[in-house]
Nanobody, 124 residues
């Protein structure tokens, strides 16, 4: 069983940056596919980024602005968010799964473990 805890959210102005962290405990976190999702008010949760053991995937809306990374020694994954826009405002969730293949990295149902979420608010 893997427990995930996000941190690093907050309020930032348009064009600013934030780095989200997701600390894992339990399980073989380093061997799992790691992903980030977000849910804006009134919208469904959507895929943001995933790291399938070095095979990186991004949503088109964040490509070139966000960077997903991992530090296996620290059992932690990160989401560096630059050039933030008001439409990036959402609760951000980290997730991990062991049954994910390339065609399913963007599908939340395939992720087994989830963090509690951290709020990111971008003011205009």
């Amino acid at each position: 069983q893997v427990q995930l805890v996000e941190s690093g959210g907050g309020l930032v102005q348009t064009g600013g940056s934030l780095r989200l962290s997701c600390a894992a405990s339990g399980g073989r976190f380093s061997s799992y596919v790691q992903g980030w999702f977000r849910q804006a008010p009134g919208k469904e949760r959507e895929f943001v980024a995933a790291n399938k053991r070095g095979d990186i995937h991004y949503a088109d809306s964040v490509k070139g602005r966000f960077t997903i990374s991992r530090d296996n020694a620290k059992n932690t994954m990160y989401l560096q968010m630059n050039s933030l826009k008001p439409e990036d405002t959402a609760v951000y969730y980290c997730a991990a799964g062991s049954r994910i293949i390339t065609s399913t990295v963007r599908v939340e149902q395939f992720y087994d473990y989830w963090g509690q979420g951290t709020q990111v608010t971008v003011s205009s």
